[in-house]
Nanobody
Framework: QVQLVESGGGLVQAGGSLRLSCAAS????????LGWFRQAPGREREFVVY????????NYADSVKGRFTISRDNAKNTVYLQMNSLKPEDTAVYYC???????????????????WGQGTQVTVSS
């Protein structure tokens, strides 16, 4: 049974930081691509970042580049999202996603992932 469990969300003031974690189980974590997406109220789910199995390849949305950092610990089956210089527009539910199989969809779209976590709320106050 595949599980992705996010944690670390919360309320923070603009300019502050949060670190999200996503603990994975039920699939071969070390060979999977992991991604973070977010969804604000009334908006579609949007891509934030992904990291390849080795950790050497990452890709960020322009809106978070230079402020967010993704990392993974394959020994702990966990992926992290360090979020710095947070802005009110970063407020959203953040979802962890895993791509475990070959797909036609790209890695910057939700359809490119096989499994999803339940999400964690991040709220940035101005």
């Amino acid at each position: 049974q595949v599980q992705l469990v996010e944690s670390g969300g919360g309320l923070v003031q603009a300019g502050g930081s949060l670190r999200l974690s996503c603990a994975a189980s039920g699939f071969t974590f070390s060979t999977s691509v992991l991604g973070w997406f977010r969804q604000a109220p009334g908006r579609e789910r949007e891509f934030v970042v992904y990291i390849a199995w080795s950790g050497g390849i990452t890709n960020y949305a322009d809106s978070v580049k230079g402020r967010f950092t993704i990392s993974r610990d394959n020994a702990k089956n966990t992926v992290y999202l360090q979020m710095n210089s947070l802005k009110p527009e970063d407020t959203a539910v953040y979802y962890c996603a895993a791509r475990t199989s070959a797909q036609r969809a790209g890695l910057r779209v939700a359809d490119g992932y096989d499994y999803w976590g339940q999400g964690t709320q991040v709220t940035v106050s101005s």
